[in-house]
Nanobody, 125 residues
């Protein structure tokens, strides 16, 4: 599968932004899809994931209640709706995918096989 992330930009604190990840190839339901983010000098950080099988959803504590991950099987996309943004959310956001049958933690980037190119989100105070 090839992944293409889009939707990043410059916003002010408390604003909202919606990221989208377009998957080409197999349906997104074949994969567990996730969003990670990374700032300079830091490791890539888990943000949210949605399982291919069952559709269970997981969030990092830092975004719970503010971000929503969703899947559109018609458009074959996965979106990340980000509300109440704050400057600490500034990062390059990556969408990732792994086979839905793969076991192991969802929360570490080593467990994902496919990656999009990243989209920059900048939140000004």
């Amino acid at each position: 599968v090839q992944l293409q992330a889009s939707g990043g930009g410059l916003v002010q604190a408390a604003d909202s932004l919606r990221l989208s990840c377009l998957a080409s190839g197999r349906p997104v339901s074949y994969y567990t899809m996730a969003w990670f983010r990374q700032t300079p000098g830091k490791e890539r950080e888990f943000v949210a994931a949605i399982r291919g099988r069952g559709g269970q959803i997981y969030y990092a504590d830092s975004v719970k209640g503010r971000f929503t991950i969703s899947r559109d099987e018609v458009k074959n996309t996965v979106a990340l709706q980000m509300n109440s943004l704050n400057p600490e959310d500034t990062a390059v956001y990556y969408c990732a995918a792994r086979n839905a049958y793969r076991v192991g933690t969802l929360y570490h980037d080593n467990h994902y096989e496919y990656w999009g190119q990243g989209t920059l989100v900048t939140v000004s105070s």
